[in-house]
C-alpha cells in the first residue's frame, strides 16, 4: 500500500466538499478519478499533495503520515517533507516563462533537493528524452504546442522523483489534436511503473488503461472498480448516466488493448 487516505474531509468555510473519503491506492498502479463537475475530483487530489490542508482525517504516503484536525493546521515542515513525494501536473502547465524547457525542469531539483547544477542538467536531458522533448530543451514556452509544454510540465514533475504523480484534467486545455501526444506519456509512464492518480474526462483513457476507477459525485466517491465494473456494469444509475452522457454508446474496455 503505497497511499492511504482515512476519514479525509474538507470544508471551505461552511461549505463541505469532501466527506469522509476512505481510498487505498497500492504501488504501481493507475487510479482514475471521473465525474460531474464541482464533485471534488480536484479537491482531493489537492488534499493528497497538501496544496489544500484537509480539514479533518488522515493521510499515510509511504513511511510518512499525517493527521488533521480543525483545531489546528500540521507542522509546515512536515507539510512540505510530504509535498516533496508527490509531483502533480494541472490542467494549465504553469511553467515559468523566462525559462527554457530544460531550466524549468531543473529547477526543483536545484531549489527543493539541493541537487548540483550539473546533475540536475543531466537529469533533466533524461527526462526531456523521455517525454519526446530531447530537440526542444532550449525554447522557451511560447515556443512550445500547448501539448509540448504540458509534457514539460510532466518532466517536471517527474524530477523532483515523487512516489505518486498526480494528473488534474491534463488534457482538457489543449486542442484535440494535441491531446494524444499527453496521453502517449502518460501510457509510457504507467508501462514503466510509476504510480499515477489521474482526474480526467478521457474515459477511453481511463477504460484502457486504469487499474482502478472512481467515480466521485458531491464530494464522495459513489463507485470504486475496475474500469469494466464501473463503465460496463455500474450498479449506480448516477454512473451509468455520466458515462452515457459524457460519451454515448461507450464500450466496454477490449482486454486485447495494451498500453
Known amino acids: 500500500m503505497l497511499l492511504s487516505l482515512q476519514g479525509l474531509t474538507k470544508h471551505f468555510g461552511d461549505l463541505p466538499v469532501l466527506h469522509a473519503?476512505?481510498?487505498e491506492i497500492q504501488q504501481g498502479t493507475t487510479t482514475v478519478v471521473i465525474g460531474p463537475s464541482g464533485s471534488g475530483k480536484s479537491t482531493l487530489l489537492a488534499c493528497i499533495n497538501l496544496l489544500e490542508i484537509p480539514t479533518s482525517g488522515s493521510i499515510r504516503l509511504g513511511e510518512r503520515q499525517l493527521r488533521f484536525s480543525p483545531?489546528?493546521?500540521?507542522?509546515?515542515r512536515a507539510v512540505q517533507a510530504f509535498r516533496r513525494e508527490t509531483?502533480?501536473?494541472f490542467q494549465g502547465n504553469h511553467l515559468f516563462p523566462h525559462m527554457?524547457?530544460?531550466e524549468n525542469v531543473m529547477v526543483g531539483p536545484i531549489a527543493v533537493r539541493r541537487m548540483n547544477r550539473a546533475d540536475a542538467q543531466a537529469k533533466a536531458i533524461a527526462l526531456l528524452e523521455q517525454v519526446g522533448l530531447g530537440a526542444f530543451r532550449d525554447r522557451y514556452p511560447y515556443q512550445l504546442s500547448g501539448g509540448q509544454q504540458q509534457r514539460v510540465g510532466i518532466a517536471r514533475a517527474m524530477s523532483m522523483e515523487p512516489q505518486i504523480l498526480l494528473f488534474d484534467e491534463p488534457t482538457s486545455a489543449l486542442d484535440p489534436?494535441?491531446?494524444g501526444e499527453v496521453l502517449e506519456v502518460m501510457r509510457s509512464l504507467i508501462r514503466s511503473g510509476i504510480t499515477l492518480i489521474v482526474v480526467t474526462h478521457e474515459l477511453e483513457f481511463a477504460?484502457?488503461?486504469a487499474d482502478r476507477v472512481l467515480f466521485m459525485d458531491q464530494g464522495a466517491i459513489l463507485e470504486n472498480g475496475t474500469p469494466e465494473a464501473v463503465f460496463a456494469h455500474s450498479r449506480h444509475e448516477r454512473v451509468r448516466q455520466?458515462?452515457?452522457r459524457l460519451a454515448p454508446g461507450f464500450a466496454k474496455p477490449t482486454p486485447s488493448y495494451s498500453i
Open 21 to 23: 473519503i476512505d481510498l
Open 207 to 209: 477504460s484502457r488503461a
Open 87 to 89: 509531483g502533480t501536473v
Open 242 to 244: 455520466f458515462v452515457s
Open 71 to 76: 483545531a489546528g493546521k500540521p507542522n509546515p
Open 177 to 179: 489534436e494535441l491531446v
Open 100 to 102: 527554457t524547457a530544460l
